[in-house]
């Protein structure tokens, strides 16, 4: 994070790929990511003038442990709010995709989509898990909207046609 500025090999951004750089590893341990988002910019540019200047590592040493506490606790409040992972929508993440896509670009109305995806079903999910995906098909196509459609790789011509057919 220190060395990285001071040695200039780039035009512009040496401190920022500097502070990207200081995440690898703590990344590669697991660990919290840093991120100096907070961090009074006074105290930061204080902090590497101390280390370029005076080889002194203290004030800089504080702002890095400062801003590694602060980042740390807003990970953590970020993970909490997001919650755990659905297993189930990791497991078939892939094939939820292909089906609402598919029903998009054929543009399905709602009683062909379900009469496709219920044979669709059938054939290629496990009797288990055919329920809930059929169910989570269905939840994810009424959900469609402007705003969510690029993570069917849908474009937005195509939306708006599908959608014109599913209203009616």
Not at 31 to 57: H, K, N, W
Not at 62 to 80: G, K, L
């Amino acid at each position: 994070m220190v060395h990285l500025p001071y040695l200039q090999p780039f035009d512009d951004v040496n401190k920022r790929v500097s502070r990207l750089a200081a995440n690898i590893p703590l990344v590669r341990q697991n660990l919290c990511p840093l991120s100096f988002v907070d961090v009074d910019r006074d105290a930061y540019t204080q902090g590497i003038l101390g280390v370029y200047e005076m080889g002194r590592i203290e004030l800089l040493r504080d702002v890095f442990t400062w801003a590694y506490r602060r980042s740390c606790a807003r990970y953590s409040a970020i993970r909490q709010s997001l919650g755990q992972p659905d297993p189930f929508l990791l497991r078939y993440r892939d094939q939820i995709g292909d089906f609402v896509g598919e029903v998009v670009r054929s543009g399905m109305t709602k009683a062909e989509a379900s009469r496709w995806i219920g044979n669709r079903v059938q054939s290629e999910i496990p009797t288990k898990d055919q329920e809930k995906f059929r169910e989570v098909v269905e939840t994810e196509l009424s959900g469609l909207h402007e705003g969510n459609i690029a993570r069917y790789r849908l474009r937005p011509l195509e939306f708006e046609s599908w959608q014109n057919m599913w209203k009616s």
